[in-house]
């Protein structure tokens, strides 16, 4: 059974950058591909990217995102991380990570940001 | 805006059928997973690939797909099941990115 820890939740000033992390237990996060999808306030899902092991093991990160985020990952402690730079007041949101397949996901982490 | 279109919101009676759909140029070479998320909590997978559902969710949750509309069907509909549902699938340029739809209201009546 494939469980994902988040970090705790995050406040930040904008321009700012925040870091959250996702731990993986019950597998090795060399035999996941995982994503990253957030939900700002009272709207939907929204992907923001992840590793496509299709794709010549590439991490995709959508096109809205490019620029400012980055996804790595530390297999010697099966953590991954989502790092998200120059926010806005528009990044306030929950922050999911989840597997390919969404089939697990984390609890979710809220990043706030305000001034 | 969404590769993947959604109604906004749905209703149903109780113990009635009621059908969710998707639609998106992508689904006609990809399928559609289905999320369930109740307010404060993380999604949940319901279906998957060619009408699959993960261990947990209840044989009233089914799937198909026609052309490119998806469709999330739940027979019987409980009270338990009123939530926000997503489909999710790649998107249609090609480039194996997810797109999500933007997510359909259940309201059980």
């Known amino acids: 059974q494939v469980q994902l820890v988040q970090s705790g939740a995050e406040v930040k000033k904008p321009g700012a950058s925040v870091k959250v992390s996702c731990k993986v237990s019950?597998?090795?996060?060399?035999?996941?591909?995982i994503h990253w999808v957030r939900q700002t306030p009272g709207k939907g899902l929204e992907w923001m990217g992840g590793f496509d092991p299709e794709d010549d093991g590439e991490t995709l990160y959508a096109q809205k995102f490019q620029g400012r985020v980055t996804m790595t990952e530390d297999t010697s402690t099966d953590t991954t991380y989502i790092d998200l730079s120059s926010l806005k007041s528009e990044d306030t949101a929950v922050y999911y990570c989840t597997t390919a397949g969404f089939d697990y996901w984390g609890q979710g982490t809220l990043v706030t940001v305000s001034s | 805006s969404s590769d993947l279109t959604q109604d906004p919101a749905v209703s149903v009676a109780l113990g009635q059928t009621v059908r969710i759909t998707c639609q998106g140029d992508s689904l006609r070479t990809y399928y559609a997973s289905w999320c369930r998320q109740k307010p404060g909590q993380a999604p949940v997978l319901v279906l998957f690939?060619?009408?699959k559902r993960p261990s947990g969710i209840p044989d009233r949750f089914s799937g198909t797909t026609s052309g490119d509309t998806a469709s999330l069907t739940i027979t019987g509909a409980q009270a338990e099941d009123e939530a926000d549902y997503y489909c999710?699938?790649?998107?249609?340029?090609?480039?194996?990115?997810?797109?999500f739809g933007g997510g359909t209201k259940l309201t059980v009546l």
């Open positions: 690939g060619k009408n």
């Open positions: 019950g597998y090795t996060l060399t035999e996941l591909s």
């Open positions: 999710t699938s790649r998107d249609s340029s090609g480039n194996h990115h997810v797109v």
